[in-house]
């Protein structure tokens, strides 16, 4: 079972008390954009089987946002932090980094 440590509230949930919000730190596009950036934006999604940045909302808990660093192959959960975050946390890429030797963050 997945469990994520809610960054707000410091609660360990499993992830029957959180609902998933899909992939983080997309770049939403804006007014004048193209509409394949739009479409791409709506529905172009990584997926990758590895190292996953995720939104999940405490649902059962504190209804706050917040944002998941984990393995999709492994459910190993590397942090969490807050949504506000425009980008993960240095702390949070060493810690997947000193796990997975060589790894670098997509574009």
């Not at 950036?37 to 504190?62: I, M, Q, S």
């Not at 190993?76 to 790894?103: H, N």
């Amino acid at each position: 079972m997945l469990i994520l440590t809610c960054p707000y509230c410091g609660i360990a949930a499993e992830e029957t008390e959180l609902a998933p919000g899909g992939e983080a730190h997309l770049k939403r596009s804006g007014p004048g954009s193209s509409d394949q950036a739009f479409e791409d934006y709506l529905f172009a999604r990584t997926n990758p089987k590895g190292v996953h940045f995720e939104r999940w909302r405490h649902v059962y808990g504190c209804g706050r946002w917040f944002l998941a660093a984990r393995c999709t192959a492994t459910l190993e959960v590397f942090g969490t932090y807050p949504a506000q975050t425009p980008a993960p946390p240095e702390d949070i890429l060493q810690k997947i980094r000193a796990r997975r030797p060589g790894w670098e963050r997509p574009a």
